[in-house]
């Protein structure tokens, strides 16, 4: 039996708790004391698309698209999973829920059946039923000369209800079906449906409601509410005449048996004639106690923009009624065996009304019209920007003081954007990339054409990378036969082979880090950048060389200043044209975060090793600067923390070389080769002679 859960083993069930990160911040500037303002936060809402996509895709075994709900969205194909637009973290669990759910349906139900509806009710018969609720009776009955029109509305409306009741009913079996695909096959998902019927069905009311005369009378109405929730443990098998008929039909402790869409429509279509059987006549004098549509057939399309049409697929189940689910399903117990109460609960007007509501809602989720808000189309590119950028968050800095009287803290997240496009620049959504900085781009361009100038230059002069000494050895007497001695087998010589040895540099790939801090503007930035691309210019006409570019610094995620790296340029993937159509757009807005940023991205930087080189080389003014919510780093801390992980580099077989960038107002040197040692570089990277005879001294160290 799962455990219930409560207030005190609610962890218990809400999965998301010990790996998503939410977000307890106050919304207090800590400089300023003024309340803020949060941003949409699209690395957020990417990071949540992604993760209800893979537990998707792991859970059904199929690459199910995950796409946020906009106006422009439809449901009718069951090929997709909608979420909505406005996740709060409250709610992550529940959406996981859901999407699980409808992930599940797209994997496991049919929704083409539905089209096919008629050929499995023709045995139906509908003039019985037409007669039965009178329909036509009730609508002309004063106008005999309209018979043959009335027989045609008759049928229409006959088949209108009988599809219609049949869907509902279909809904519910075909999601007994799917819960229990998932409780069987992935039973560390439960939660996530906890947490969604929790959310979405389970009310006190009901199980009230279940427990008095409510809903007791022979209609459809109230065969619904008992069926619905005739796995909640409060259920009265005895409220209505054959609900234990109905119960043994769906069978739900060998719910398995149902193998397709199909064999639940043949359940469906049974329980159906079950409830017929029991409802009485409608009389003239009466309404119609139909509890569906008196609308014409119209109505049963398909629905489409922001409402689901897949009607078979969203029927939910309340949090007691998945418990009692699982325990049908492991346990084999049996139906409930309580009668009527003989002092049956009474509702109040005000439960009533409360039970009207509920009803109203489980009746959504039946019909798939749970409420998802849109995302407006130019937030949901600004996400799918994202998502292509491949950005996420890592949690750097743990141990760090949090503030001055928090000696230790649990670190911050920093923002790893791991390619950066055109797309990613006109959404705006950060800074550091961005096409909003246009009076930035004329200088940015200036910079690009002489780095790629100044490259041209040094590659030639690094064409050390490209000597290779190749050594040949013969008269020997094992190795590749030397066809100019093979004469001098005859005359009695045994030594007439060759070895050849090549000496060459092995492959290298250099990862180049840029301050990107706003104290890197002006000229700092143009020398920076020009060195840069420079560089990775010059890379380009060397043999097994490969740069990696990235920039460090800070962007506001949510109501939070986070540190974060963008890695621009990688030319294993990447054209130079890339440097040359792009990076006109990157700025220096942020702060100095440099050792966090690098504790980021040590994982993307290659090891030293497998026949590979591996370098590592930085351009930045000073000492690390970064504080926020979750971190206080600047000072003696913060340098010995970037030393700590450059260290970390070169125990890998990492080579460091870190670039002082002097220019523009004053710069302090500060701890630069305290954190950087025997790699710091005081000299003017805008030389060619200085920084090519670096370079090379770097590369030429075998």
Partial sequence: MIDKPNKYNMQKYSNSSFWYDYDTNDNVDILTGEEITPGKD???????????????????????????????????????????????????????GLALHEGSHCKLTDFSLLSRLDDYTSEIDLNAIAHKYKWYEQFWSDEEDRYINNSLYNTRKAKAYINNTIKQILNYVEDRRIDYFIFKNAPGYQGYYHAMYDKYFHANIIDKALQSNEKTSLDLESYMFRLINITNSKRNLDALPNLRKIWSILDLKNIDKLQSTEASLKVAIEIFNTIESNIPATELDEEPKNGGDTNDGEENKSKSSGQSSQESTEAELSQKDIEQLAENIVNNNQPATNGKASKAIELSDSQKRSLDKAIEKQKELLNGEVKKSNLSKKDKNNVQAISDSGSDQKTV?????????????????????????????????????????????????EAINKGIVLGSKLGRKLQVRNDERTLKYNRLNKGKLDRRLVASLGHGYQSVFQQVFEERFKPAIVHISVDASGSMSGQKWMNSQIATIAIAKAASMVQNLEVVISYRSTEQIGNKQTPAIFIAYDSRKDKITKIQSLFKYITCPGTTPEGLCFEAIQKEIVDGSNGVESFFINFSDGEPYFENKDITYYGETAANHTKKQVDNMRSRGIKVLSYFITGGYGSDKGNFTKMYGKGAEFIDTNSLVPLANSLNKMFATN
């Fill in 42 to 96: 699209y690395v957020k809402m990417a990071a949540t698309k992604r993760a209800i996509g893979n537990f998707v895709r792991i859970v059904t075994g199929e690459n199910i698209p995950v796409t946020y709900s906009s106006k422009d969205e439809s449901y009718t194909d069951g090929k997709a999973v909608v979420i909505s637009g406005n996740i709060k973290d409250k709610d992550f669990d529940p959406t996981v």
């Fill in 397 to 445: 800095g743990k141990g760090l003081p949090k503030n001055w009287y928090h000696h230790t803290g649990p670190g911050t997240d920093c923002l790893v954007i791991k390619n950066i496009s055109a797309n990613l620049a006109e959404s705006n959504v950060y800074q550091t990339f961005s096409k909003n900085y246009r009076w930035r781009i004329e200088n940015n361009e």
